[in-house]
């Protein structure tokens, strides 16, 4: 079974920086992608980052272009967002997911708080 779990969240100030880390502890797979949603109350999960197994390949949400960077260890099981010149509109929960080959839905973490201050 797949268990993510993710730290890394906090207060920081407009300008400022965080990275978010994710790891898995649970059942250990290989060839998935991994990635990145937030979510504010009231509103959809949206899309932040993905990235394949290699890291070759990398996705982001129109906004975070440029700003934030998605990377993995694949020895550590764990996906990272380095998320940089952070915005009060980036605060949300920060959800992590595991995405495994031929599964019809995306394993999640519980994400974790992130609040940019203006």
């Known amino acids: 079974q797949v268990q993510l779990r993710e730290s890394g969240g906090g207060l920081v100030q407009a300008g400022g920086s965080l990275r978010l880390s994710c790891s898995n502890s649970g059942r250990t797979f290989s060839n998935y992608d991994m990635g990145w949603y937030r979510q504010v109350p009231g509103e959809e999960r949206k899309f932040v980052a993905r990235?394949?197994?290699?890291?070759?390949?990398?996705y982001y949400g129109d906004s975070m272009m440029g700003r934030f960077t998605v990377s993995r260890e694949n020895a550590e099981n764990t996906v990272y967002l380095q998320m940089n010149s952070l915005r009060p509109d980036d605060t949300a929960v920060y959800y992590c997911?595991?995405?495994?080959?031929?599964?019809?839905?995306?394993?999640w973490g519980q994400g974790t708080q992130v609040t940019v201050s203006s």
């Open positions: 990235i394949n197994w290699s890291g070759l390949n990398t």
């Open positions: 997911f595991l995405d495994l080959p031929g599964s019809s839905t995306l394993y």
